[in-house]
Structures are given as structure tokens and as C-alpha cells.
């Protein structure tokens, strides 16, 4: 994805959050064809300057056109259900990061004990999936927290509400999918890409 599709795909999740918080509507606008095209997206908000998580919803599967699950996902993070509902007041106070992401490809190896090769830190994102369990991180949260793919793994697991452990179970689907990401460096500010592909 271009450097400006991404600035446009924050400027959209940006409207839609604006939007939601003051119970409007959100102004329609036209978007390049791409956005046009089914991808899995998912919007972060974060405090400013304190960076701290303020929300996160998405949709790992392209299920929608990218515009519409970046609506759907920007307008859930301001409802994220574990914290308070975003209020008008913070919008100045929150940065929006929108990660556009590869359809998920589930990881098969010989031997669970494996499974941590095959994971690169910074580049894929985790998918774990147990029955009706399932638990998703962005490839940037081990960067973040420092995590080793092992440890990246367990929290997966937490994550989806099963033990640390459960990835070494072969009833355990694990995927990964990669993203790229944009983000605004303050409210309303300059935007940049974070990672690439």
C-alpha cells in the first residue's frame, strides 16, 4: 500500500471515530478503487503523549471492503469493552493507528516445539484459535512489550482465554498474518508508516 492510501485509510478511521463519539454521521467521501478490495483491518487508539491503549478493534479476515472494515473497526474502538466508552473530550488526547493486514495462513509443523522458529517478531501477527477460543495480537504488541516468539505465543494463548501453554496442544490452530501500519504521530498530526510487509 502507498504512503497515501495509508494516510487516507487513518483520515477515514479518524472521521468515523470523530463521528462516533459526537453521534453524527459520518460524511461520505471516495476512496481509490483498493479500498474497494476485501482486507482485514484493525484500528488502535492510544493515549497522547502517554501511548497507552485507549482501544482496539478489527477484523482479522477480509470479510469486508478495506474502507467498510476500517469504518466498522474505528467506530468498535471507540466502544473497545475494556475500557469506558471514548468521550468527545479525548479526542485531542488519542492517536489513531489503523493496520491493514494479509489474510491469515495457519502455521503446520511436525513438531509443536517448532512453532517458535517459525514466528518472526516484528513481522507476523498471531491468530490462536480452540473451539469457540480465540485470541488475536498485532505484530507490532511483542515489539512493544519485548516479548521472545515463545513468550508471543503464551500471550496469544491468554489472550484467547485458554492456559499459556495450550499452543503445544495439536488441537490448537495457530495462524499468522503481517500488516502494515499507519499511524498519526499526535492527534490530528502528521501520519506515518509504522511497518511495512
Known sequence: MKDQEGALAVKLARRAIDA???NLDIDRFDVPDSFREKSGAFVTLRTFPGDELRGCIGYPEPVFPLAEAILRAAQGACHDPRFPP????????????????????????????????????????????????????????????????????????????????????????IFTFKAEVFQE???????????TL
Not at 185 to 195: D, L
Open 185 to 195: 504521530e499526535s492527534p490530528y498530526g502528521q501520519i506515518v508508516r509504522r511497518r
Open 86 to 173: 471514548l468521550r468527545p473530550e479525548e479526542l485531542d488526547h488519542v492517536v489513531v493507528e489503523v493496520s491493514i493486514l494479509t489474510p491469515p495462513e495457519e502455521v503446520k509443523v511436525e513438531h509443536r516445539l517448532d512453532l517458535p522458529g517459525t514466528i518472526v517478531i516484528g513481522r507476523d501477527g498471531l491468530i490462536i484459535e480452540r473451539g469457540m477460543y480465540r485470541g488475536l495480537l498485532l505484530p507490532q504488541v511483542p515489539v512493544e512489550w519485548g516479548w521472545d516468539a515463545t513468550t508471543f505465543l503464551e500471550q496469544a494463548c491468554l489472550k484467547a482465554g485458554l492456559t499459556p501453554d495450550m499452543w503445544l496442544d495439536r488441537r490448537t490452530r
Open 20 to 22: 462516533e463519539t459526537r
